[in-house]
Structures are given as structure tokens and as C-alpha cells.
């Protein structure tokens, strides 16, 4: 059974008054109320009306706030719900603290001088060029100094950095006479030395001779072998192999003018046609023309005795002269740069170094004695110890860096640097730097070198402000006399920026 409604009463009319309508204050009876409250609401019915309503929307908006915010107060505890549910962003990384120089670089210098322009002379053709503060090796200047180019006799400050290295300053070149295997017989042994005199002048001051190994050999002969005269005499030219004497680059005309023998280990006076001249033509068979000149000093003991090339010592030997000190020869050698015995160190260096003496070794020579001196020589290529091949490849900071060294004065070098050219004064320099040039005169120690497609100088410059720079300027390609010049004139700007040339 449901439970009884209760009746509703009809909705009141708006035309009725408010006691009719069952207002506040009405009395069953519909009379006013005349006292209290009910009097009050009946004198001021509209008054009361308004107040009711605004009691009743403020007591509506209320509960709308607290509902609200239950609502928010819900949305946030759904909100931590969610969030406590929801997987954890990953832990940022944090960067490790960056490293931090202990001190600051110092400010670097601005340099402000230039020698761009003399260095882009036309008479140069393809420039390179390096200039180092000798003192401290900062790279002041560079055109190309790490690429390796031709050196020309410049080649002979390597050459002989590296025989004081490998041979040492005291060593001396050696020719020696043995018994031979055969009765009447001797073996000449040469030893590579080019200085070796028949005495009829020669161009190398204090060289050994001809007729003091004849008096040795003759005066330990007759003693050993009393009334035995010699019928034989062996050419030993075998220190290194003599198919090895020239190199395809070599232009025929160097050995024809002058310039340059057949590198083998035996010969008298450079094999010159003129001992007493520098260049001098040189003759097709070096070893057979030694030991001409050997039997003819010989003498009577040796008349009729029959030349030939080969080996066949035994024992101790019966005659032996040496050279000056190779520190006495480096001394004749650069200012003149004499090509034979800039050869000679270089194949006596790399026999004693294990290369055997043959050109092909050269490079590996050099390469790891110039390391010795703290040297890098990326890209070097050694065809031979004059510079005489074109095919020579030589990075110019190698040079300037091993002339740093020179100037050093140790491991020997400074017999280099009291060997090199000094410009206007001596050696091949001393009619170099004149006009405009000639301030630099007395200031430049350098080795000149010039060949078919090269002009080259290298060395050290005195600066006007006493700075020394270590340098090496190549000109390059179809390039004329009139490059060297315009060598001096790159050299003398040098002179004159010393410290502050600038590398613009």
C-alpha cells in the first residue's frame, strides 16, 4: 500500500490580496494582525518580500560555493590520483661542468709589418716561403712552408746536418791499399773520398795525396816482398754500387760543364779535369782514371802492373791516407757548394747508417736523422745530398727550423752556421745584396741554390732590431737569374720588420 499524499491547496490568484493568498502574518479569520511581527510584515508587505528574496539567493549562492568548491577539493584529490598513477618523467641530465683554463692566453702581438708585396715579385714565379723567430720558433711568415719544393743547393745544410749526425765532426774519408789474393798483386780501396790529390793543385786546401799512399805502399811492398815488383792493381770501388752514380734527373750537362762527377766511392780531385778549378769537366770513368794517376804514382815498382776493377784484399792495410775532418770540409764545401762532396756525405752517411749507400736510401736517412735534431719532415723526398734533382721535395719550414738549430750551435751545427755565405762578403753571396739590398749586407748568413726551375736561399737573417729570424724563400717554375734579386729583396724587407713582420 503507498503512503497517503498529502492534498495540495489551489495556486492563489495574483489578484487577491496577499491575507487572501495565504501570506506571511494571514489569520484564519482574514483579519490584519495588529501587533509583532505579523504587524510589521503586514504595514510593509513589499519591503519584507525583497528582504526574503535576497535572504534566499544568498543562502542559494552559498551553497554553490561550498559546492563548488567540494567539487575542486574532489578534482584535486582525483587529479593527485591520476598523477600518483601516471609513470615519472625521466631525471633531466645534467651536463658535466665544462673544463676551465687555469689561466688565460695572453693577449697576442698585432704585428704590422709586411713583406706580402716583395714576396708576390713576379721574378718569383710560384713563391714559398718560411720565416720563424729563430729564438722562440713562432711562425712569423708562411707562403706554402709546409709544401715540399725543389731546394737546390740548399739541399747542402741537410746534407750536412746530417753527415755531423751520422759521422760525427772528426770523422775523415779513408783510401787504404791491401795485399792482393794473387802474388803481385794490391787492392786500392777507395772510401769516398773526393778530396783525394794527385798534387797538381787542387781545389781542396790540406787534402790528402797520391804520392804520400804510393811512398807508404812502396816502402811496406819491398819489404814484404824484396825485389817483387807489382804486377797487378784492383780497383775496389764496392762501397756502395757504382750502377748507383748518377741520377736520371741530373742534366748530362753537370758532369760535361763541371758541375757534378759520377758518384763513386773511388776518385782523385772530384775526378776534375782541372783539379785546382771548382768546376771543372769530369771525365766518364772516375775509378779507371784513379787508378791511373795511383800507378803512375807509384812508380818504378808498379810499371806494366795491369788495372781492374773488383775486390780481393787480405789483411791489414799497406798504405792508407785520410781526408780533413769532415767539420774542416764543411767549412770548403758551403761557401763554394761544392756538389761532389755534398754527394760523397750523403752516400757515406747512409752507408755508416745502414742504408748502403745508395741514393734510394737517402730519404729514409734523412727523415730519421733530422728527427734526431727535433726536426718533423712530413712530404720529404731525397734524391741526392747537392739539391742537383729537381725531384727533390723539401717543406721550406724544415729548413727554416733546422736553421734555427744552426744557429743554436748545438749537436755540432754551429760548424753550419760558420760555413754559410754571408751576404755582400763571402762565398756565393758576396756579390749578392747591392742597390737598395745593401742594407742587409753583412746581416744574411745563407746558402744560395739555383738549379733548372729553381732559386732558392736559406739560412739566417740579423735583424735591424736584433731580432734573428731562421728562413727559407724558394722561387719555383720557369723562373730566370733575375729571381735571385728578388730573393735578396723578400730577405731585406725580412731585415727590416725583424719582430713585427707580420704574416699578412
Given at each position: 500500500?503507498?503512503?497517503?499524499?498529502?492534498?495540495?491547496?489551489?495556486?492563489?490568484?495574483?489578484?487577491?490580496?496577499?491575507?487572501?493568498?495565504?501570506?506571511?502574518?494571514?489569520?484564519?479569520?482574514?483579519?490584519?494582525?495588529?501587533?509583532?511581527?505579523?504587524?510589521?510584515?503586514?504595514?510593509?508587505?513589499?519591503?519584507?518580500?525583497?528582504?526574503?528574496?535576497?535572504?534566499?539567493?544568498?543562502?542559494?549562492?552559498?551553497?554553490?560555493?561550498?559546492?563548488?568548491?567540494?567539487?575542486?577539493?574532489?578534482?584535486?584529490?582525483?587529479?593527485?590520483?591520476?598523477?600518483?598513477?601516471?609513470?615519472?618523467?625521466?631525471?633531466?641530465?645534467?651536463?658535466?661542468?665544462?673544463?676551465?683554463?687555469?689561466?688565460?692566453?695572453?693577449?697576442?702581438?698585432?704585428?704590422?709589418?709586411?713583406?706580402?708585396?716583395?714576396?708576390?715579385?713576379?721574378?718569383?714565379?710560384?713563391?714559398?716561403?718560411?720565416?720563424?723567430?729563430?729564438?722562440?720558433?713562432?711562425?712569423?711568415?708562411?707562403?706554402?712552408?709546409?709544401?715540399?719544393?725543389?731546394?737546390?743547393?740548399?739541399?747542402?745544410?741537410?746534407?750536412?746536418?746530417?753527415?755531423?749526425?751520422?759521422?760525427?765532426?772528426?770523422?775523415?774519408?779513408?783510401?787504404?791499399?791491401?795485399?792482393?789474393?794473387?802474388?803481385?798483386?794490391?787492392?786500392?780501396?777507395?772510401?769516398?773520398?773526393?778530396?783525394?790529390?794527385?798534387?797538381?793543385?787542387?781545389?781542396?786546401?790540406?787534402?790528402?795525396?797520391?804520392?804520400?799512399?804510393?811512398?807508404?805502399?812502396?816502402?811496406?811492398?819491398?819489404?814484404?816482398?824484396?825485389?817483387?815488383?807489382?804486377?797487378?792493381?784492383?780497383?775496389?770501388?764496392?762501397?756502395?754500387?757504382?750502377?748507383?752514380?748518377?741520377?736520371?734527373?741530373?742534366?748530362?750537362?753537370?758532369?760535361?760543364?763541371?758541375?757534378?762527377?759520377?758518384?763513386?766511392?773511388?776518385?782523385?780531385?772530384?775526378?776534375?779535369?782541372?783539379?785546382?778549378?771548382?768546376?771543372?769537366?769530369?771525365?766518364?770513368?772516375?775509378?779507371?782514371?784513379?787508378?791511373?794517376?795511383?800507378?803512375?804514382?807509384?812508380?818504378?815498382?808498379?810499371?806494366?802492373?795491369?788495372?781492374?776493377?773488383?775486390?780481393?784484399?787480405?789483411?791489414?792495410?799497406?798504405?792508407?791516407?785520410?781526408?780533413?775532418?769532415?767539420?774542416?770540409?764543411?767549412?770548403?764545401?758551403?761557401?763554394?757548394?761544392?756538389?761532389?762532396?755534398?754527394?760523397?756525405?750523403?752516400?757515406?752517411?747512409?752507408?755508416?747508417?745502414?742504408?748502403?749507400?745508395?741514393?734510394?736510401?737517402?730519404?729514409?736517412?734523412?727523415?730519421?736523422?733530422?728527427?734526431?735534431?727535433?726536426?718533423?719532415?712530413?712530404?720529404?723526398?731525397?734524391?741526392?745530398?747537392?739539391?742537383?734533382?729537381?725531384?727533390?721535395?723539401?717543406?721550406?719550414?724544415?729548413?727554416?727550423?733546422?736553421?734555427?738549430?744552426?744557429?743554436?750551435?748545438?749537436?755540432?751545427?754551429?760548424?753550419?752556421?760558420?760555413?754559410?755565405?754571408?751576404?755582400?762578403?763571402?762565398?756565393?753571396?758576396?756579390?749578392?745584396?747591392?742597390?737598395?739590398?745593401?742594407?742587409?749586407?753583412?746581416?744574411?748568413?745563407?746558402?744560395?741554390?739555383?738549379?733548372?726551375?729553381?732559386?732558392?736561399?736559406?739560412?739566417?737573417?740579423?735583424?735591424?732590431?736584433?731580432?734573428?729570424?731562421?728562413?727559407?724563400?724558394?722561387?719555383?717554375?720557369?723562373?730566370?737569374?733575375?729571381?735571385?734579386?728578388?730573393?735578396?729583396?723578400?730577405t731585406t724587407a725580412a731585415y727590416k720588420c725583424g719582430d713585427n713582420l707580420s704574416n699578412n
Amino acid at each position: 500500500m503507498s503512503e497517503p499524499q498529502e492534498p495540495q491547496s489551489p495556486e492563489p490568484q495574483a489578484s487577491e490580496p496577499l491575507s487572501r493568498r495565504g501570506g506571511p502574518g494571514a489569520s484564519d479569520a482574514g483579519t490584519p494582525p495588529t501587533s509583532g511581527l505579523a504587524a510589521v510584515i503586514a504595514r510593509h508587505p513589499r519591503a519584507w518580500l525583497f528582504s526574503t528574496l535576497a535572504v534566499v539567493f544568498v543562502l542559494l549562492g552559498t551553497g554553490a560555493v561550498f559546492a563548488g568548491a567540494a567539487v575542486g577539493q574532489q578534482g584535486r584529490s582525483d587529479a593527485a590520483a591520476v598523477a600518483s598513477s601516471s609513470p615519472k618523467s625521466p631525471t633531466p641530465t645534467v651536463e658535466p661542468p665544462r673544463p676551465v683554463p687555469a689561466s688565460l692566453a695572453a693577449p697576442a702581438r698585432l704585428r704590422t709589418c709586411s713583406i706580402a708585396a716583395m714576396a708576390s715579385d713576379g721574378r718569383l714565379g710560384k713563391f714559398e716561403g718560411s720565416v720563424i723567430n729563430a729564438k722562440t720558433g713562432e711562425v712569423l711568415f708562411d707562403r706554402s712552408a709546409g709544401v715540399p719544393g725543389a731546394t737546390a743547393s740548399v739541399m747542402k745544410t741537410l746534407t750536412t746536418s746530417v753527415g755531423l749526425a751520422v759521422l760525427g765532426p772528426d770523422y775523415q774519408f779513408s783510401t787504404r791499399v791491401f795485399a792482393g789474393t794473387t802474388p803481385g798483386s794490391i787492392v786500392l780501396v777507395g772510401g769516398g773520398d773526393p778530396t783525394l790529390s794527385a798534387g797538381h793543385g787542387t781545389v781542396y786546401a790540406g787534402a790528402p795525396t797520391l804520392s804520400d799512399l804510393a811512398n807508404q805502399v812502396n816502402t811496406t811492398w819491398s819489404k814484404a816482398n824484396p825485389g817483387v815488383p807489382i804486377t797487378s792493381i784492383v780497383l775496389d770501388a764496392t762501397m756502395w754500387n757504382i750502377a748507383d752514380a748518377w741520377d736520371p734527373s741530373w742534366p748530362a750537362s753537370e758532369r760535361t760543364q763541371g758541375y757534378q762527377p759520377l758518384i763513386v766511392p773511388l776518385m782523385v780531385d772530384g775526378d776534375r779535369a782541372n783539379p785546382a778549378k771548382q768546376d771543372s769537366p769530369r771525365s766518364a770513368d772516375p775509378v779507371q782514371a784513379a787508378g791511373v794517376a795511383f800507378q803512375s804514382a807509384l812508380g818504378a815498382s808498379a810499371v806494366g802492373a795491369v788495372l781492374s776493377k773488383g775486390t780481393g784484399s787480405t789483411g791489414n792495410p799497406i798504405g792508407e791516407v785520410k781526408s780533413q775532418p769532415l767539420k774542416v770540409l764543411i767549412g770548403q764545401l758551403l761557401p763554394v757548394s761544392d756538389n761532389t762532396l755534398a754527394e760523397m756525405i750523403a752516400r757515406v752517411s747512409s752507408k755508416v747508417a745502414g742504408g748502403g749507400g745508395s741514393a734510394a736510401s737517402l730519404t729514409g736517412v734523412y727523415t730519421k736523422t733530422l728527427a734526431g735534431y727535433g726536426i718533423k719532415t712530413p712530404g720529404l723526398v731525397i734524391k741526392d745530398g747537392s739539391g742537383e734533382s729537381p725531384q727533390d721535395g723539401v717543406p721550406p719550414i724544415v729548413v727554416s727550423q733546422l736553421m734555427a738549430k744552426v744557429l743554436g750551435g748545438g749537436q755540432n751545427l754551429s760548424i753550419i752556421y760558420n760555413a754559410l755565405p754571408v751576404s755582400g762578403k763571402t762565398g756565393t753571396l758576396a756579390g749578392r745584396f747591392t742597390g737598395a739590398n745593401a742594407v742587409a749586407r753583412g746581416s744574411v748568413n745563407a746558402k744560395t741554390g739555383w738549379i733548372i726551375g729553381a732559386y732558392t736561399l736559406g739560412g739566417i737573417v740579423h735583424a735591424a732590431d736584433g731580432t734573428a729570424l731562421a728562413f727559407a724563400f724558394y722561387a719555383l717554375g720557369p723562373v730566370k737569374g733575375t729571381a735571385m734579386a728578388a730573393l735578396d729583396t723578400v730577405t731585406t724587407a725580412a731585415y727590416k720588420c725583424g719582430d713585427n713582420l707580420s704574416n699578412n
